[in-house]
């Protein structure tokens, strides 16, 4: 009964990290209008580095740990250059397609992670994963082939290619997960990640000043603060306590309030096949979660094969 109450507790915070994550393709959306891609991850990352760090110490002062642990900071250096190339392609997509649209793209890279671990690694894929694919590629040509051409557009490559860099980002981070504090290589990745978008924008022209930031500061509030510092926090203390397969139908539904948001806030609309695609893309998450995510039985976070999800 105690374990049930915990499981529960847990996916409500899961679920409240989808809705986080999901709605975070919106602000993204709307940040596009104001700045760059990658002048807007100079903003966002390094806030969401400091907010993490910040929350940090307390946390480490009460269990007598050192204030940083130096280890982080090559792992950390490592994640967050994937981590800049998937943000700052996802945020080009989100800027040329629709918020609800490119979170169903991006989903792609749950099917993708087991797939890439199979072919880099030889990690054993279940067959649920192959079906996965090929409902994948499904919703694919229903999702981008309702433009007029079977081909996607620039900007549902762009959101693709991100789709990529997210699946690769989860597996860098777990190659170097447990060598060093993961919070602190959380705050690592975000304030590199920050540091190379700062360098790109320079180096494009494309920088942004406060007086942009300002202009969207309440954008910028919710993707450094809650969807970058909230959102993994909240994903970590979730997936502590839920089985994975039950933590995987709900970070999946991330994809779901990206449409919500878009149709909401920003008055986007899709075209019935598109939405049948975003439908057959969400059971394909949700098939390549569970053929892995099932085969364990006691809280997320064991060598199951499960995706954690890596956030707007």
């Known amino acids: 009964m105690n374990w049930m ?33 990658m002048a807007f991850g100079a903003w966002r990352y390094p806030v969401g580095a400091a907010v993490v760090f910040l929350v940090c110490l307390p946390l480490k002062r009460r269990a007598g740990q050192n204030w940083f642990d130096k280890r982080a900071v090559l792992p950390g250096m490592l994640v967050g250059t994937v981590l800049f190339i998937a ?38 894929t279940a067959a649920g994963t192959w079906a996965a694919l090929g409902l994948a590629v ?67 022209g494309t920088a942004a000043g406060p007086e942009a930031a300002l202009s969207i500061w309440p ?21 502590r306590d839920a089985r994975p397969a039950h933590a995987a139908i709900v970070l999946s539904m991330e994809s779901v309030f990206s449409v919500l948001g878009g149709v909401i806030f920003l008055g986007e609309r899709m075209k019935w096949p598109a939405y049948a695609g975003c ?11 569970l053929s892995g995510a099932g085969k364990a039985d006691g809280p997320a976070g064991g060598d199951d094969g499960s995706v954690s999800a890596p956030g707007g």
């Open 219 to 239: 954008e910028l509030l919710y993707v450094s603060v809650l969807s970058t510092a909230a959102g993994y926090t909240l994903q970590t203390l979730g997936q």
């Open 87 to 124: 943000s700052t392609l996802q945020q080009l997509g989100v800027e040329r397609i629709g918020a609800g649209k490119c979170g169903f793209l991006t989903a792609l890279y749950v099917v993708l992670v087991p797939l890439l671990g199979w072919l880099f690694f030889r990690r054993k």
């Open 138 to 204: 499904a919703a694919l040509y229903l999702i981008c082939g309702t433009e007029g051409s079977l081909l996607p557009a620039p900007g549902d490559w762009l959101a693709l290619g991100g789709a990529l860099f997210w699946a690769l980002h989860i597996l860098c981070t777990d190659l170097v997960s447990g060598r060093s504090s993961p919070l602190d290589m959380c705050a690592v990745q975000f304030f590199w990640c920050g540091m190379l978008a700062l360098a790109g924008s320079l180096l494009t």
């Open 5 to 37: 109450k915990k499981e529960t507790r847990a996916l409500w915070l899961l679920l409240l990290t989808a809705v986080i994550w999901g709605f975070a393709f919106t602000a993204q959306k709307s940040g596009a209008s104001a700045m760059s891609a």
């Open 279 to 289: 439908a057959v893309m969400l059971a394909a998450v949700l098939l390549s979660q």
